[in-house]
């Protein structure tokens, strides 16, 4: 399979250019670019020209964007305010999320990418609500039209919480005619239905991966092979994953570890141990 990365690993440092190139000369060509705003401030005209001016003379790749979940700095710590939930019941929040989303994909103008990847609600306790489901349908249709008009198409990430776990994503689809695809998330389905059950619910509209390791009942983002309290089965995973014939990157979305002396380095230990099951 082919090989990328999330730039999710290195979220807490501001993304420059020398990261960039650090990930394409250890053999990467491919990113998930992560939208923090400590991370790339897509508001920020001048780091976004910079990152675009670097990927225009390089070889990487923006496989896809991962579009905000909070427009501040700090994960959410400003206050409900600085919450992005397109599924939003409130309607001046709802909007206010599609407009910061909006924003995002905005940097299809500075550098292409294909897939940009959104969460239905947020956090590990958003119910199932009818209100929910008008409020997401509503969002998602008016930013599919300006995502298609940028070249870019949505998918949406199965996420632990009683919105958007794989059963429920094929309810939402179902009831709302919306014909998008997925980005199957092995760590988030480890959490809810299970790997295998999961895929198998989602297989015909998965698009794109996020791979991560945790223990059954923590959202960790571990390495595969490396973190021993990462229960995944990846023999059985990758048997999984295999069967979309190269239609997406094995694309690992994993969380900086402190104790890690090169995480990059390690990384490129996940892939080989992964690929070679």
Known sequence: ??????????VNHRLSTSTLQRILNAGIQRVEIFCARQHLDYHNPQQVQEVASYLGD??????????PMFNDEHWGKGGPGSIVDIASPSKPRRIA???EVKRA???????????AVQH?????????SMHKVDAAFSSLDELKSFARQRGVEILIENIPNALSGARKLLEFFEIT?????VCFDVGHAHLMEGVEAAFELLEDRIQSL???????????????GFHTDGTVNWK???????????????LLELKEDPAMADSLGQAMQVFDTLESL
Do not use: I
């Not at 390089?58 to 579009?67: A, D, F, I, P």
């Not at 994909?105 to 897939?115: I, Q, S, W």
């Not at 996020?210 to 595969?224: C, Q, R, S």
């Open 210 to 224: 996020h791979v991560h390791d945790n223990n059954g009942t923590e959202d960790k983002h571990l390495f595969p």
């Open 120 to 128: 239905l609600g947020v956090g590990f306790d958003d119910e199932w």
């Open 58 to 67: 390089s070889q990487l790749q923006v496989h896809s964007v991962h579009l």
């Open 97 to 99: 999320a599609v407009d």
């Open 105 to 115: 994909l905005d940097l299809a103008d500075a550098f292409p990418f294909r897939f």
């Open 1 to 10: 399979m082919r090989r990328a990365l999330s730039t999710h690993l290195f």
């Open 236 to 250: 059985r995973t990758m048997e999984l994953l295999r069967r979309g014939n190269d239609r997406y990157p094995l």
């Open 177 to 181: 005619h919306l014909n998008l695809g």
